[in-house]
């Protein structure tokens, strides 16, 4: 059975900084791309930033740009948000998802897409 499980979540400072993260279980881990969403109340899920399955390629929304950063520990099966710089618009659930790819190098953005989510894990900027 595939597992996401995020942690990292909480209150924090604008300008300050959260790491999350996503331990996966039951699948074969490099095989399968991961993305980071969020949804704020009152507003639909929307991507936040994505590696592939070879976590050779990254790809980051344009509100996250230049702040946050995906990475992976494949030997811990685990991927990373690192989130720095926070705003109070970056309130939200996050939730990791994970879709198995067959191009090592693909990065896949579109939230339909995934087959797998965690719970999610709440972040609350203050202002």
């Known amino acids: 059975e595939v597992q996401l499980v995020e942690s990292g979540g909480g209150l924090v400072q604008a300008g300050g900084s959260l790491r999350l993260s996503c331990a996966a279980s039951?699948?074969?881990?490099?095989?399968?791309?991961i993305g980071w969403f969020r949804q704020a109340p009152g507003k639909e899920r929307e991507g936040v930033a994505y590696?592939?399955?070879?976590?050779?390629?990254?790809g980051y929304e344009d509100s996250v740009k230049g702040r946050f950063t995906v990475s992976s520990d494949n030997a811990k099966n685990t991927v990373y948000l690192q989130m720095n710089s926070l705003k109070p618009e970056d309130t939200a659930i996050y939730y990791c998802?994970?879709?198995?790819?067959?191009?090592?190098?693909?990065?896949?953005?579109?939230?339909?897409?995934?087959?797998?989510w965690g719970q999610g894990t709440q972040v609350t900027v203050s202002s």
């Open positions: 998802a994970a879709v198995r790819t067959v191009i090592p190098s693909a990065v896949v953005t579109a939230p339909y897409a995934y087959h797998y």
């Open positions: 039951g699948y074969t881990f490099d095989d399968y791309a």
């Open positions: 590696i592939s399955s070879s976590t050779s390629r990254t």
